[in-house]
Nanobody, 119 residues
Framework: VQLQASGGGLVQAGGSLTLACAAS????????MRWYRQAPGQQRELVAA???????NYEESAKGRFTISRDNAKNSVHLQMDNLKPEDTAVYYC??????????????WGQGTLVTVSS
């Protein structure tokens, strides 16, 4: 099983980016999916999360600017980021609870993707 993230890049303040992440491999079911970020010198923090039935929650600074969504058929999750600010600059990581059988599951991490917001 692996999570493959993409979509990072350089954008000016006020701009938008969309991050994508897809789970692949021998998957029984994907439960909650999340995006974390880690800025230089900072701890990794949860940005947004989404359950299989679409319930979402956001870190306070992401509310109203970021939108998390998922495609259960494709085992994928997206993070639409609008009105980006320099303080959003970080490496963003995809995370998911993946069941590999009916009774066994693990937390998986994707590789990070760098988002840089210039002022």
């Amino acid at each position: 099983v692996q999570l493959q993230a993409s979509g990072g890049g350089l954008v000016q303040a006020g701009g938008s980016l969309t991050l994508a992440c897809a789970a692949s491999g021998d998957i029984f079911r994907v439960n909650s999916m999340r995006w974390y970020r880690q800025a230089p010198g900072q701890q990794r923090e949860l940005v947004a999360a989404i359950t299989p039935d679409g319930a979402t929650n956001y870190e306070e600074s992401a509310k109203g600017r970021f939108t998390i969504s998922r495609d259960n058929a494709k085992n994928s999750v997206h993070l639409q980021m609008d009105n980006l600010k320099p303080e959003d600059t970080a490496v963003y990581y995809c995370n998911a609870d993946i069941m590999v059988s009916k009774n066994y599951g693990y937390e998986w991490w994707g590789q990070g993707t760098l988002v840089t917001v210039s002022s």
